[in-house]
């Protein structure tokens, strides 16, 4: 057990032991799998106190993660001390430069509000709730990436506290071996307390899913994978397969269904939108239909994610390729799991196919299509660990890496690895022992030393 006499002396926001009013909230957050259970926790009310908790941690040898939204979180730190940056919202907009100042424990939800006034968008995730830093220090797949790229590759600047008690103001000018990595290369190199970002022209756009019943309907997945192949930067799209319990707490067109939803995000003109969209209608019978122009600021309608906070694990792959058969056997499969199993696929390429006007360290942008298979941990870990390990093994022939902002559940030193091409897995590392050399952070994806 560490002694915080020192660290509740200097730090502003309120230090938490195991039995203190609000210490169980701060170590738990939306991910309630494997919480944290640190020695200590300093819910930070400013980012002086970010720079306050490095210092401690560092010149004590005691392990630091850090929290904001705890979306994110894969294993949870034992003992140490936990960083909470969740009060941390600060959001200033500059609409004449077009750039957002976006603080350690802001959700999307809170710059969306700030920016939509203007006329601007940020390249956020389809989940509103999640923390803004955290996703795009993982690179960021968003509602407009295939027209915008990587959330990573709109980073102006970011301030970060270096497990040397530094803060440093990193640009491409400043600190650009630190820019490189911190844009996509996870948390692993300092806790970040505040990113500069290039916001978008981007005020509406036409978007929502077509659900359909996937088992009476099953070429949707193909005739969507077809109608991929062929698309303008500014549609990006996904599909989501999940069977719906019997139950009342879902819409009566989709309970006791197998149901695919085709998620679309057009960032252009409302008539040519519909356009493109309309041969998805003719897939089969939509069972349900929320297409049509919308407010940026109701984008999150799109996916429409539960807001619960939940346990969860998941398996992502990346893949340079889809083909109907095994779409096809994934439908079926996916419908049979001894688990409930929400299958994503997500259409990439675009922006993100291209390289940034910086470099980064994103990883794989190669990639055509995201798989992931999530499932809710209210039932046996193994059986979850098995049936994703199922669905996702006839593509591994067509895998080209591992996306870590979708990956929920510990990881390999491999699995982690594979976030990156080998060149990037090198300087990552390199970076890794130059600014942290102790391992003082314990970021959710530790890049280890490539072998």
């Given at each position: 057990m560490i002694d915080v006499t020192t660290l509740r002396d200097q730090a502003r926001g309120p230090v938490l032991r195991p039995g203190d009013d609000g210490f169980d909230a701060a170590c738990g957050g939306f991910q309630l799998l494997d919480p944290h259970r640190p020695d200590a926790?300093?819910?930070?009310?400013?980012?002086?106190?970010?720079?306050?908790a490095v210092n401690f941690a560092a010149e004590r040898g005691v392990p630091l993660a850090v929290q904001a939204t705890g979306h994110g979180r894969n294993v949870g730190l034992d003992g140490g001390?936990?960083?909470?940056?969740?009060?941390?919202t600060a959001v200033r907009v500059d609409p004449a430069d077009r750039t957002a100042w976006v603080s350690a424990g802001a959700t999307w939800r809170q710059v969306i509000d700030a920016t939509a006034p203007y006329g601007l968008a940020p390249l956020s995730g389809s989940f509103p709730a999640l923390g803004a830093v955290s996703y795009t220090l993982g690179g960021g797949i968003g509602l407009l990436s295939r027209r915008y790229g990587f959330a990573a590759?709109?980073?102006?600047?970011?301030d970060v506290v270096t497990p040397d008690g530094e803060l440093r103001?990193?640009?491409?000018?400043?600190?650009?071996?630190?820019?490189?990595?911190?844009?996509?290369?996870?948390?692993n190199l300092g806790v970040v307390t505040g990113m500069r970002i290039e916001l978008l022209p981007v005020a509406r756009v036409y978007g929502g899913a077509l659900a359909f019943d996937v088992d009476a309907d099953p070429g949707v997945l193909a005739g969507w994978w077809r109608w991929t192949r062929d698309l303008p930067d500014e549609l990006t799209s996904a599909v989501s397969m999940l069977g719906y319990p019997?139950?009342?707490?879902?819409?009566?067109?989709?309970?006791?269904?197998?149901?695919?939803?085709?998620?679309?995000?057009?960032?252009?003109?409302?008539?040519?939108?519909?356009?493109?969209?309309?041969?998805?209608?003719?897939?089969?019978?939509?069972?349900?239909?929320?297409?049509?122009?919308?407010?940026?600021?109701?984008?999150?309608?799109?996916?429409?994610?539960?807001?619960r906070p939940h346990p969860y694990r998941s398996s992502p792959v990346l893949l340079s390729a889809l083909d109907a058969d095994r779409l096809d056997a994934l439908r079926r499969d996916a419908g049979a799991a001894p688990v409930m199993c929400v299958v994503g696929i997500r259409h990439l390429g675009g922006a993100m196919a291209r390289p940034p006007r910086v470099p980064n360290a994103v990883?794989?942008?190669?990639?055509?299509?995201?798989?992931?298979?999530?499932?809710?941990?209210?039932?046996d870990a193994g059986?979850?660990?098995d049936t994703h390990r199922r669905l996702t093994a006839p593509w591994q022939?067509?895998?080209?890496?591992?996306?870590?902002?979708?990956?929920?559940?510990?990881?390999?030193?491999?699995?982690?690895?594979?976030?990156?091409?080998?060149?990037?897995?090198?300087?990552?590392?390199?970076?890794?022992?130059?600014?942290?050399?102790?391992?003082?952070l314990r970021p959710h994806h530790p890049i280890p030393t490539p072998r």
């Open positions: 926790v300093l819910v930070a009310a400013d980012e002086r106190d970010v720079r306050v001390l936990l960083l909470a940056t969740g009060a941390l590759d709109r980073v102006r600047q970011l103001h990193v640009t491409a000018d400043t600190e650009p071996d630190l820019y490189w990595g911190l844009r996509g290369g996870g948390g019997d139950l009342p707490v879902f819409p009566a067109a989709l309970r006791g269904r197998h149901i695919a939803k085709l998620q679309l995000c057009w960032c252009g003109p409302a008539e040519q939108g519909e356009r493109l969209i309309a041969p998805l209608r003719e897939l089969g019978e939509c069972v349900q239909d929320s297409v049509g122009e919308l407010p940026y600021a109701e984008s999150g309608s799109i996916f429409a994610e539960p807001e990883g794989h942008r190669d990639a055509a299509y995201l798989l992931s298979v999530l499932s809710p941990v209210d039932a059986t979850v660990a022939p067509d895998a080209v890496g591992r996306p870590l902002n979708f990956s929920f559940g510990p990881l390999a030193p491999r699995e982690v690895l594979a976030g990156f091409d080998e060149a990037a897995q090198q300087r990552l590392a390199e970076l890794r022992a130059r600014f942290d050399p102790a391992h003082t």
